[in-house]
């Protein structure tokens, strides 16, 4: 269940009424009888074995009392109520293929396909698809045989086309008023996936978040990349402020295959112990909240003066960064060896927020169960990425944890985040501060991508 409601919500569910069958029933008898005009016979698209056939599909919302019937448009609505399914991708068994009956001179196409996992069709169901003249036909399931693969359940239909839509205009018209559930395949669940139907509302987060993770990534790397060092600094500042632990997370996590991103040149900071430390975004990448006792929670920026550097090609100083981050109050207990010694004193220490990369933007997120801010504070008091509440309500349960906060908490904890929740979180991304989309937006990617 989401965290908060995703707006406008388009849902109008009679939620007295039951949605899928739990099992098929054979129908009763009926008079339907399949008309094709003989000249539209040859223009059918002869479908393959294994083709996969992006339909509309319309199921009937059955429950004890009702019987299989195939569609009349002459009824009252609410004796006959559907649910559709948009773009749903059947797999083709057999072609359509023709046959003549004589005795009555009537034509008829028939073909049968297997649905996807999760979906149970009945006989009298409909569905809306596309031939090769482009024009949509209309098909009615006349014969359902259930199969399984894998310990798992899937259904063979038999369909027969009924019509053309240009023919009989009315016959959608009739059939929509009486979807009182409308879903989208998700051609992403590999069958096995429990998210095979999606509610519009999740339709539209998955839409607005594929936007905004396609548009903020190329943002990303055009405003932070730097193209005279090639690498990722800090904007907003006098000097030039690498952050290695950040660089490392999204070389790990952001796919430079798929998308014409500016490449990141990595610098060597292995010899350095301190980035040996645990850190949030290690938490993170793992999904695992059993290393957060042994993160550094803290963080400073400190001059590469004081680092070991030699002369050669790949060290801090040698492409002149200023500043790295480097953990700050760390855990002498923590099992780290040969740990570096630096000095923090405020001559050394520097801090990257300025006026020019920060802004006071946040807004209140209305909740189930109450509000919390969208935003925390980016090095406040210190803490890396996530801020002191953070780590209090992990402690407690309680405490002014942030929305975004939260999410990731959810993440870690390995609990299932519904999209429109996310895509609540990004709905205004563009006011956020830069520090802000510097380290939260590859988080919000990852949440995204998984």
Known sequence: MGIVSLKPNTDNINTNINTLPEAIQEPHKSIFTTLVPESRV???????????????????????????QHFDPNIPNLTQPYYKVNKLILQVSSPLQTSYDSATAITSVSGSASTPYKIKPNAGDVFIAKVDNTEDAIFIINNVERKTFRKDTLYEISYTLYTYTSVNASFIDSLERRVQQTFFFNPDSNFFNRDVLLKPSVKEAMDRLEHFAFTSTKEYFDTFIQPIMGNLAIPGTLGRYIDPILINFILKTVNYTHNNLIKITTVDFSKYSMYNQKNIYDVILNRDKSILPNVSKKYRFIS????????????????????????????ISLNIANLDIYPLDPDTVAYPITKHNSNDYNRNIQTLTGTMPLLHGIYEDGYYVVSKNFYEYLETGRGSISYIEFLIYKFISNEAISKEDIAIAVEDVNKWSILHKLYLLPVLWLMINN
């Open 42 to 68: 040859l223009t059918l698209l002869d479908y393959v074995e294994g083709y996969p056939w992006t339909v509309d599909f319309f199921g009937q919302i059955l429950n004890d009392n009702n019987s299989l």
């Open 304 to 331: 590469t003066l004081f680092l070991n550097n030699k002369v050669r090609l790949g060290t801090p100083m040698f492409i002149n960064i200023d500043y790295v981050i480097a953990p700050y109050e760390i855990d």
